[in-house]
């Protein structure tokens, strides 16, 4: 069977997504599949991702930060996929990720070529465009591209059961299968190392995730607690007003940011912080959402703190149950420097952190997820043939 995978994404560039597409590409390879990827031409010196498919690259816009993140950027992608798609080696089915102009794309050349395609829903893009633009009309267009790309897939996949309540109140009744989430195990997985007094943030910060109040539950802790720094890692667009406010609060030479790392360079700092942050606004329409990044901490051995609504509360506090996976709070300053205050005063052993990182390959390894969403791939291929 031929597979093709379309991504302005994919490893090596450090994500969550690529970290979860290569997992696919590996998954489908392992089930006698043929694969190729067609993405964006990766940073210089970021190397060659391929396990074994066949990587097909294409020069892209990039933001700032060096990410395919933007109205601009995207359709620097789509655009040329058009005349990419339209000229591969014909495929028996196609997976693609969003955003949805890229699922737009793919369905009309699918319906030219006749090639069913399995869409990637592991989030509502038009709802987070809600959080992000104050522009309606952006926000209509995006839904519309949206549900055009839902609705002519084959099949849909997504992490959560919230997501796919979410689809059905769009109007789409496009067939999803929920195959969960989780971390790269063979990346994240526990690292005996001694325990700094940090707490790290990792990942993308913007309105929609309002990591904003991190900087001031930190003040609040660093009352009480001397000594102990809060390390952003990643970028937003909320950045330059988290840091006037950590300037404000008199936590400034406290409170860090850094840039984007690979897994591997991530790793290690989980490994060492106190406790990994995680937050999602509440009230932004918003909080079916599943917050993934906790599973790359978990797999490290490191708990979590997470502070909002949706469903990653309930997770946290189930594992608790059985290992010291961390807690949830309310989005709210004082209850996360509270939790901090808890976590710094009585860390997680050594110990209790190797028992979470091995309870979280059991239970939330990446290969389990990405070998459904394989299987869900090649059952739709299958049916391509069959028809």
Same mark, same amino acid.
């Given at each position: 069977?031929?597979?093709?995978?379309?991504?302005?994404?994919?490893?090596?560039?450090?994500?969550?997504?690529?970290?979860?597409?290569?997992?696919?590409?590996?998954?489908?390879?392992?089930?006698?599949?043929?694969?190729?990827?067609?993405?964006?031409?990766?940073?210089?010196?970021?190397?060659?991702?391929?396990?074994?498919?066949?990587?097909?690259?294409?020069?892209?816009?990039?933001?700032?930060?060096?990410?395919?993140?933007?109205?601009?950027?995207?359709?620097?992608?789509?655009?040329?996929?058009?005349?990419?798609?339209?000229?591969?080696?014909?495929?028996?089915?196609?997976?693609?990720?969003?955003?949805?102009?890229?699922?737009?794309?793919?369905?009309?050349?699918?319906?030219?070529?006749?090639?069913?395609?399995?869409?990637?829903?592991?989030?509502?893009?038009?709802?987070?465009?809600?959080?992000?633009?104050?522009?309606?009309?952006?926000?209509?267009?995006?839904?519309?591209?949206?549900?055009?790309?839902?609705?002519? @897939?084959?099949?849909?996949?997504?992490?959560?059961?919230?997501?796919?309540?979410?689809?059905?109140?769009?109007?789409?009744?496009?067939?999803?299968?929920?195959?969960?989430?989780?971390?790269?195990?063979?990346?994240?997985?526990?690292?005996?190392?001694?325990?700094?007094?940090?707490?790290?943030?990792?990942?993308?910060?913007?309105? +929609?995730?309002?990591?904003?109040?991190?900087?001031?539950?930190?003040?609040?802790?660093?009352?009480?607690?001397?000594?102990?720094?809060?390390?952003?890692?990643?970028?937003?667009?909320?950045?330059?007003?988290?840091?006037?406010?950590?300037? &404000?609060?008199?936590?400034?030479?406290?409170?860090?940011?850094?840039?984007?790392?690979?897994?591997?360079? +991530?790793?290690?700092?989980?490994?060492?912080?106190?406790?990994?942050?995680?937050? +999602?606004?509440?009230?932004?329409?918003?909080?079916?959402?599943?917050?993934?990044?906790?599973?790359?901490?978990?797999?490290?051995?490191?708990?979590?703190?997470?502070?909002?609504?949706?469903?990653?509360?309930?997770?946290?506090?189930?594992?608790?149950?059985?290992?010291?996976?961390?807690?949830?709070?309310?989005?709210? @300053?004082?209850?996360?420097?509270?939790?901090?205050?808890? @976590?710094?005063? &009585?860390?997680?052993?050594?110990?209790?952190?190797?028992?979470?990182?091995?309870?979280?390959?059991?239970?939330?390894?990446?290969?389990?997820?990405?070998?459904?969403?394989?299987?869900?791939?090649?059952?739709?291929? &299958?049916?391509?043939?069959?028809?």
């Amino acid at each position: 069977m031929r597979v093709v995978i379309a991504s302005r994404i994919y490893r090596p560039e450090p994500a969550a997504a690529s970290f979860f597409l290569g997992g696919v590409a590996d998954a489908l390879r392992a089930a006698g599949a043929e694969v190729e990827v067609l993405t964006a031409k990766p940073l210089p010196g970021q190397g060659d991702g391929s396990r074994g498919e066949r990587i097909r690259t294409f020069p892209v816009l990039r933001d700032r930060n060096g990410y395919v993140k933007g109205y601009l950027q995207y359709l620097s992608f789509d655009l040329p996929l058009v005349v990419r798609l339209l000229t591969v080696r014909r495929a028996d089915v196609v997976f693609v990720e969003p955003p949805p102009t890229t699922g737009a794309v793919v369905r009309i050349v699918c319906a030219l070529r006749r090639i069913p395609y399995v869409y990637d829903a592991a989030d509502i893009w038009s709802d987070a465009a809600g959080q992000a633009t104050g522009s309606g009309l952006v926000v209509r267009v995006l839904r519309a591209l949206e549900r055009f790309a839902m609705r002519g @897939a084959a099949r849909m996949v997504t992490i959560s059961q919230g997501v796919v309540d979410r689809v059905r109140e769009l109007g789409v009744g496009t067939p999803v299968e929920v195959t969960g989430f989780g971390a790269d195990t063979t990346v994240f997985r526990y690292q005996a190392a001694p325990v700094e007094p940090v707490f790290v943030y990792a990942g993308t910060y913007s309105e +929609l995730h309002g990591a904003d109040v991190l900087v001031d539950a930190f003040a609040a802790f660093a009352r009480t607690h001397e000594g102990y720094r809060l390390r952003f890692i990643g970028n937003g667009t909320d950045e330059a007003g988290m840091r006037a406010r950590a300037r &404000a609060l008199g936590v400034a030479d406290r409170v860090e940011f850094a840039g984007p790392v690979a897994a591997s360079e +991530l790793r290690p700092q989980l490994a060492r912080a106190v406790a990994s942050l995680a937050t +999602l606004r509440p009230g932004g329409g918003y909080e079916y959402a599943f917050t993934s990044k906790a599973y790359s901490s978990l797999a490290t051995g490191c708990p979590v703190i997470f502070a909002g609504p949706g469903p990653t509360g309930p997770f946290i506090d189930r594992a608790a149950r059985e290992v010291v996976a961390g807690r949830a709070v309310d989005y709210d @300053a004082e209850a996360i420097a509270a939790a901090m205050r808890a @976590a710094a005063d &009585a860390p997680a052993t050594a110990a209790e952190r190797e028992r979470l990182a091995d309870w979280a390959g059991v239970h939330h390894s990446m290969r389990a997820v990405t070998e459904r969403v394989a299987s869900t791939v090649i059952d739709v291929g &299958a049916e391509r043939r069959a028809s």
